[in-house]
C-alpha cells in the first residue's frame, strides 16, 4: 500500500485549512521524513528547494486540510472478501484522502471477540497504509442479547462498540451496554431502527414507497430508538452515538439532548445529506441504502444540523456489495453503497453552494470523528507527524475505475468537482494521483 520512500516535500503557495487550530491561510508546507517541520509564509528555503531529494507540488488553487477520519465503514474481512478486503478498503480509503477508518463488526464471523479484533489490527497493520480501527459489536453475533467482553475488545484495539445493521431493541440490554461502556469512557454506536416498525421495509415511507408499491420504512422508527437511548445515556452518563442519522426528527431530539449536556454524537452520511427517496425511481438498487434515503424536509434538516454542529461528523458508510448482491430484483437487493474514494468531492459541492463553511467541512471529516472514538485527530502543526490532504477543489473527478472491489454506488458515471491528489497518514505517502 504505501508509497514510502518519500523523504522531502514541499507544498508552496497552498491554502492550508485546520480550524481545530483557527487556520485558513496560504502557506507553504515541508514534510521531512513523515513530520511536518516548516508551515508557514515563505516556510521553503532555497537550500530545500535545491534539494535533490525533494519532491515539490505546487499548492496554488489548493486545499491542504488535515487528513480525514471515517466512523462508519465496512471492509467485509474476515469472510466476505470478495466484496471487500482490508488492503482494498484501505487503499479505498487512502484515495479519499482519509488517514484512518473504523471497520463496523458486522464480518463472518461477527467481531465479537479479542482473537477477531486482534487478528483485524494484525491484517490492517501487515497491510499498512491508512489506521484500521475495529468497532466491536455490542452483542454476542449481534444478536441483541448476551453481552460481549468489552474490556477484551477495548484492550485488543476496539475504539467503540456497535451491533450496526441491527438495533439493540431490548432497552434493558442497551442500559446495561451503555453502563459496561461508561467504566472503559468508549462510545456506544447504535443503529436506530425499531425493527417491529420496519419488519418488510424496502425503502422509506412516502410518496415514492406508495407509487413503486414498496413496503415503507417509517420515519418514526429512526426516532423512537433515538428517543429511548437518549434516556438511557442520560441516566447512565456514558457517551452514545448514533449512526447514519437519517430524519428530522432525530436530529430534533439529538439537538435537545445536547442542549441538557447529554453525551450524544452523531454522524451522517454524504448520500444522506445529497439524496432523497426520488432517488430510488426506477427501482434503483443503487439507492437502496439503511436507513433508507428520505424527504426533501429531511435532507434540509441534515445539512443544517451539519452546518450547525449538532451533527458532529459526516461518516461514509462504506458498504460495498458485488453485482449479483446489486443487479436483482429491489426486494433481493443488499443495502448500501460505497463511498470512501469520492466523499470529500461530493460533500465540497455542500461548500461550492454556500450550505456549509470550509471550516465546519474539515472539522466534521478529520477533528469532530477524531474525538468521537479518542484518537489524535490530524492536525496541520509544526512536529506533528503528516497525516494530511491536498486537495484540487478545481479538478472534474469522473466516478468510475475505483479501486474498492465493488462499484454500488449511484454517483458512478458522474463527474464531480474536486479531487484528492495526496494522502499522507502515519507521516507516509499513501497517495498520489498521478
Request: proline letters at 5%; glycine letters at 8%.
Amino acid at each position: 500500500m504505501s508509497t514510502a520512500g518519500l523523504d522531502l516535500l514541499l507544498i508552496t503557495g497552498v491554502r492550508a485549512v485546520d480550524p481545530a487550530r483557527n487556520l485558513d491561510g496560504n502557506v507553504d508546507c515541508v514534510v521531512e521524513r513523515g513530520v511536518i517541520t516548516r508551515l508557514g509564509k515563505d516556510a521553503i528555503s532555497a537550500e530545500l528547494r535545491a534539494s535533490e531529494r525533494a519532491v515539490h507540488f505546487d499548492g496554488r488553487g489548493k486545499l491542504l486540510l488535515p487528513a480525514f477520519v471515517d466512523l462508519h465503514a465496512h471492509v467485509r474481512e474476515p469472510g466476505e472478501e470478495y466484496k471487500e478486503d482490508i488492503r482494498s478498503g484501505l487503499r479505498a480509503a487512502a484515495h479519499g484522502g482519509f488517514a484512518h477508518i473504523c471497520a463496523m463488526p458486522n464480518t463472518k464471523p461477527v467481531n465479537d471477540k479479542r482473537s477477531i479484533t486482534e487478528a483485524i489490527v494484525a491484517r490492517a497493520r501487515e497491510v499498512g497504509g491508512p489506521t484500521l480501527h475495529p468497532i466491536g459489536a455490542i452483542t454476542v453475533g449481534q444478536l441483541g442479547k448476551e453481552l460481549t467482553e468489552v474490556a477484551d475488545l477495548r484492550d485488543a484495539g476496539a475504539v467503540g462498540i456497535s451491533d450496526d445493521g441491527r438495533c439493540v431493541m431490548n432497552a434493558a440490554v442497551m442500559r446495561r451496554a451503555l453502563q459496561y461502556a461508561e467504566t472503559f469512557d468508549i462510545p456506544v454506536i447504535q443503529h436506530c431502527e425499531d425493527h417491529d416498525l420496519t419488519e418488510g421495509a424496502e425503502m422509506h415511507e412516502g410518496r415514492v414507497s406508495t407509487e413503486l408499491g414498496l413496503r415503507g420504512w417509517p420515519a418514526v422508527a429512526e426516532d423512537i430508538i433515538v428517543a429511548r437511548d437518549v434516556l438511557l445515556a442520560e441516566s447512565t452518563r456514558a457517551k452514545y452515538h448514533v449512526a447514519h442519522v437519517s430524519t428530522r426528527g432525530a436530529v430534533r431530539i439529538i439537538r435537545e439532548a445536547k442542549a441538557r449536556g447529554i453525551r450524544v454524537t452523531a454522524e451522517v452520511t454524504p448520500h444522506h445529506l445529497l439524496l432523497t427517496h426520488d432517488a430510488v425511481v426506477g427501482y434503483r438498487t443503487a439507492c437502496k441504502v439503511n436507513p433508507p434515503l428520505r424527504e426533501e424536509a429531511d435532507v434540509l434538516a441534515l445539512q443544517a444540523a451539519l452546518a450547525d454542529g449538532t451533527i458532529d461528523a459526516i461518516a461514509t458508510d462504506h458498504a460495498p456489495h458485488s453485482v449479483l448482491e446489486k443487479d436483482c430484483e429491489f426486494a433481493e437487493a443488499r443495502p448500501g453503497m460505497v463511498g470512501l474514494e469520492f466523499a470529500i468531492s461530493l460533500m465540497f459541492q455542500l461548500v461550492s453552494q454556500g450550505k456549509l463553511p470550509l471550516a465546519r467541512l474539515v472539522d466534521a471529516l478529520s477533528t469532530s470523528p477524531s474525538k468521537i472514538i479518542a484518537i489524535e485527530p490530524p492536525t496541520l502543526k509544526e512536529g506533528k507527524v503528516a497525516e494530511l490532504v491536498l486537495f484540487d477543489p478545481a479538478r472534474p473527478y469522473l466516478v468510475g475505475n475505483l479501486v474498492s472491489k465493488s462499484e454500488n454506488t449511484p454517483f458512478l458515471g458522474q463527474t464531480l468537482q474536486g479531487r484528492v491528489l495526496l494522502t499522507l497518514a502515519r507521516g507516509e505517502l499513501v497517495h498520489r494521483l498521478d
